[in-house]
């Protein structure tokens, strides 16, 4: 699941340190300067780590980051744009790192800008060089609508700001050429630290003496002091002497590798010498450790080994031998190990871009892409055939986990212009995508495919179903109407009597939200009671009970609302399935609380809570939060009360969109805190609204299920 706190328990979501950090004192000591915000009205708003790949500009941003983490009451917030594919996705990926689970359609510029109007946060857009434009103009309209909001870049060229400071990025020193390794009473080079260090992290029995010191100094000056290409370089010394990693290093042999290096005149010298050593551990690969290599440069954002071996198989490389030829990647430094996850792998971006171009040399690029659309798209296909069911939990945590794949996938199905599979991979993946936070995300992919006038049949109810789904939480209804009606005559064209229910959920939640309740109850209570299934279908059965819930609910009719929640949750719990039941144990909540049986309320309110939260269903946890606050104060509890509210009201912030619009949540809403404001007073209430405020969302929603009655 995605994090807002860092391991200190600060706001942002900035990436554990795995490995060690070298050098850079004096790089760190200036950007410490250039990102103080005490510095307002001086320092720079837009700092720039320009260098080549493989220098280190994403290490170094990182760890300049979590010094200034402290100075930041917002947070500090890593974008990784490397996985990003298409143009106009930039926006997307600051929304999602800054978990603004953004419900509303307004465009995502605006949202950011809102969001980040009176917020006091450092946001760091990593390797911006392949979207550049859309950077630049992200950039100068935040930096417009947000004067709290520092920038921290890194990309091979600057972004072009009239007021962007560039920092360059220059290798690591090496040391003196007559002292290397520090005998004269100096300190070795940064690089050769970093290539004893790698070494020894790699466990080759490598160490620094003074025997090793000048030819080690003499491989890291080859490799010019570049990071990337002298850690490749010491995860060799494992199966080659130093003498022969110097003399290896030193041949140049002409090779296939020169069809992809630069020539003499194209591009600076550093970026040529870092191909050249990625290009020297390709050649030091086995045969089928490179076509490996290359194959997966299809990846974005990280792969497991199922998925190596089912997208990366085939012809010499069979997929039995995957696992060991990845193991050898991973001992060479070319394939790591994900962060904060040892069954998952990544490439770095230049090892990657390398993998790319040999892929394409190779002539194997589309074949490449294509198996990874299937890959994921019959990923996602398994997922909303299965997302009525026990394995809900872990769909939606493997829909989170593989959102750049899936992105990239969908990204292809759409260049491919195969209308059929376009329709059947934006349907799956948008209605996980809905179910798991992804709106925006829906939403676009969504609208392409059904603008294209796709041909009738089951793959067009689902992403008419879902599409009209995103509008209701977006609480766009007038759009949620318009999908609501396509969706509904496609599934009576279909001839499917539960797609005909399904469509009942977007048509009579449309009218629900709008305050129609009478239409509404005619239209959810005439859909028929059939078995449930375990597809997406299923769900959107449950869920058309779930607005027949909240609709006696809002009418008044607790005895109704009870006996449909109650079902809905009987049904949940035999299926296992959770997304549905915590909205049921919220509705439930509500009735309790209406019935005046405050400790049955609290209860189901926070066991909603947690099953809402594990869900990524920001919108659930706030809808609920309001529901327990509501309890608290009941119990006499103005203070904790006060600062649930303010908690759900970050929550609601993020979203975009208060209470779905709807007339009689707001109400409700207010109403509950008129009567907190009333309890406390206006200095009492101020004070715990605040403390509320200055909760992470992680220790928010810990606050919220503890179950006390005062603190």
């Known amino acids: 699941m995605p994090e807002n706190t860092t391991a200190e328990g600060r706001a942002g979501n900035l990436p554990p340190e795995t490995r060690s950090f070298v050098g850079r004192r004096r790089e760190l000591a200036r950007l410490d300067a250039l990102l103080d915000p005490a510095d307002a009205g001086h320092g720079p708003r837009l700092v720039t780590l320009v260098g080549t790949g ?27 744009l490397s996985p990003l594919r298409a143009q106009g996705l930039v926006g997307f990926a600051v929304v999602e790192a800054l978990r603004l689970a953004d419900q509303s359609t307004s465009p995502v510029t605006e949202v950011l800008a809102d969001w980040l109007a009176d917020k006091e946060a450092l946001i760091v857009l990593d390797s911006c060089e ?89 491989v890291c000056r080859r490799l010019e002091g570049i990071p990337l290409a002298i850690e490749l370089a010491a995860a060799r010394l494992g199966e080659l002497s130093l003498g022969e990693l110097d003399e290896r290093l030193g041949e140049r042999l002409p090779s296939p590798l020169d069809l992809l290096a630069a020539g003499p005149d194209e591009g600076p010298l550093r970026h040529r010498t870092l191909r050249t050593a990625i ?149 799956d ?14 939403q676009h992919c969504l609208d392409q495919v059904l603008t294209a006038d796709p041909a009738p049949g089951p793959d067009l109810v689902r992403a008419l179903w879902a599409r009209a789904a995103v509008a209701l939480l977006q609480g766009d209804l007038d759009s949620a109407e318009r999908w609501a009606a396509v969706c509904t005559a496609a599934a009576v064209e279909q001839g499917d009597p539960v797609a005909v229910v399904g469509a009942a959920y977007v048509t009579g939640g449309q009218l629900l939200l709008r305050g129609r309740l009478g239409e509404a109850l005619v239209v959810l209570a005439a859909a028929d009671l059939l078995p449930v299934r375990d597809d997406w279908l299923g769900s959107a059965q449950l869920q058309v009970r779930l607005a027949l819930s909240l609709n006696h609910l809002l009418r008044g009719d607790l005895a109704g609302a009870r006996a449909v929640a109650d079902e809905v949750r009987a049904a949940s719990a035999r299926r296992g399935e959770r997304w549905a039941g915590a909205f049921a144990d919220c509705f439930l909540a509500q009735v309790e609380l209406a019935e005046g049986d405050l400790a049955a309320a609290a209860r189901n309110a926070r066991t909603a809570v947690v099953a809402h939260s594990l869900l990524n269903s920001t919108l659930g946890v706030a809808h609920t939060l309001d529901i327990l606050a509501s309890t608290v104060v009941a119990t006499g509890d103005g203070r904790r009360a006060a600062r649930l509210l303010a908690i759900g009201q970050r929550i609601w912030e993020r979203l975009g969109n208060a209470q779905l619009q709807s007339p009689d949540l707001i109400s409700a809403r207010r109403s509950c805190e008129d009567l907190v404001h009333e309890k406390l007073g206006t200095e009492a209430y101020t004070r715990a609204y605040a403390e509320g ?16 009655r005062d603190d």
């Open 130 to 218: 392949h979207v550049l434009p859309d950077c630049a103009d992200l950039v100068r309209a935040l930096l417009a609508a947000a004067p709290g909001v520092r920038f921290l870049a890194t990309s091979r060229e600057h972004l072009g700001h009239p007021s962007e400071l560039r920092v360059e990025t220059d290798p690591l020193p090496v040391g003196d050429a007559e002292d290397p390794g520090g005998r004269g009473g100096g300190r070795p080079g940064d690089a050769l630290d970093l290539f004893a260090q790698r070494a020894a992290e790699a466990r080759t029995g490598f160490v620094l003496d003074e025997d090793s010191a000048g030819p080690a100094a003499a």
């Open 693 to 708: 405020l200055a909760m992470s969302y992680e220790r928010g929603i810990a606050y919220a299920v503890e179950d006390v």
């Open 54 to 80: 493989g220098v280190g500009k994403t290490r170094l941003a990182l760890n300049a980051a979590r010094r200034a983490a402290h100075r930041y009451p917002d947070g500090v917030w890593f974008v990784e």
């Open 429 to 442: 993946i948008g209605f996980l995508w809905r179910h798991c936070g992804y709106l925006r995300d829906a």
């Open 279 to 427: 290009g020297w551990s390709h050649e030091l690969c086995a045969p089928v450790e490179r076509l490996l290599w290359a194959r997966l440069s299809v990846f974005t954002g990280g792969f497991d080994l199922a998925a190596a071996e089912d997208v990366c198989s085939g012809g010499p490389l069979p997929a039995a031998r995957i696992e060991a030829l990845l193991e050898r990647l991973v001992e060479q430094s070319i394939v790591l190990r994900h962060r904060t996850d040892e069954r998952r792998f990544q490439l770095l971006d230049s090892v990657r871009d390398f993998g790319g171009d040999w892929l394409r040399a190779l002539g194997e690029e589309r074949t490449l892409r294509l198996r990874h659309l299937d890959h994921y798209r019959s990923l996602a296909r398994a997922g909303c055939t299965e997302w009525n069911t026990g394995r809900q939990l872990q769909w939606c945590e493997r829909v989170i986990t593989e959102h750049d794949n899936l992105r990239t996938a969908m990204d292809c199905a759409l260049s491919e212009r195969d209308g059929p599979t376009a329709l059947r991979t934006a349907a």
